[in-house]
């Protein structure tokens, strides 16, 4: 599993509880850390920004990419909003692990790459993903509208996040 920091960290790690099998170990979780939302000055609310900017990514040079070869990747975010950032992650995870085949000798090895959101907005996307992800290994727990969500782990304490979504709320 590999989550995008730092929506996807909590998501992910729920995931892997509810995939574990009885007697099989824990499923990994890689972490890569892309941005595509930037503060605006005044404005506490964070708006979606141009482009990815990578926080944090795997390391080619150490096992974290030969793990991937040849598996099943779930890619785990916390929402689809215009899909930049997924595109983003797909297309480079992709790029990097034909690398770590390359180096490793282990062309011959076919790596999955799926996806699982928890909301998906119900809007025209920007990015785009390959077809056969969109059209099977794409999954949303939930299709909303395009509208901020307020997750508990954004929030600095709950009574924080239950204001900031009254707020929400009350805008709609």
């Known amino acids: 599993m590999v989550a995008i920091g730092g929506g996807g960290y909590v998501p992910a790690r729920i995931l892997r509880s509810f995939l574990k099998k009885p007697g099989s170990p824990n499923i990994p979780i890689q972490a890569i850390g892309l941005s595509l939302y930037e ?36 890619i785990v975010d916390e929402v689809d909003d215009t899909r930049t ?65 307020c997750y508990p782990w954004e929030a600095m304490d709950i009574d924080e996040h239950d204001r900031l979504s009254r707020e929400a709320e009350s805008k709609q």
Do not use: C
């Open 39 to 74: 503060a605006l000055g005044t404005d506490p609310v964070e708006q979606p920004g141009t482009k990815v900017t990578r926080t944090q990514w795997l390391d080619l040079s150490s096992l974290e990419m030969a793990n991937l070869i040849g598996k099943n990747i779930l």
């Open 85 to 149: 950032t997924l595109e983003y992650a797909v297309r480079e995870l992709e790029k990097d692990v034909i690398e770590a085949q390359k180096k490793t000798g282990r062309e011959g090895e076919k790596t999955t790459f799926s996806i699982f959101v928890l909301h998906n907005k119900d809007k025209t996307k920007k990015g785009k993903l390959p077809e056969d992800i969109v059209q099977g290994r794409y999954e949303a727990a939930r299709t909303v509208g395009d509208e901020w969500i």
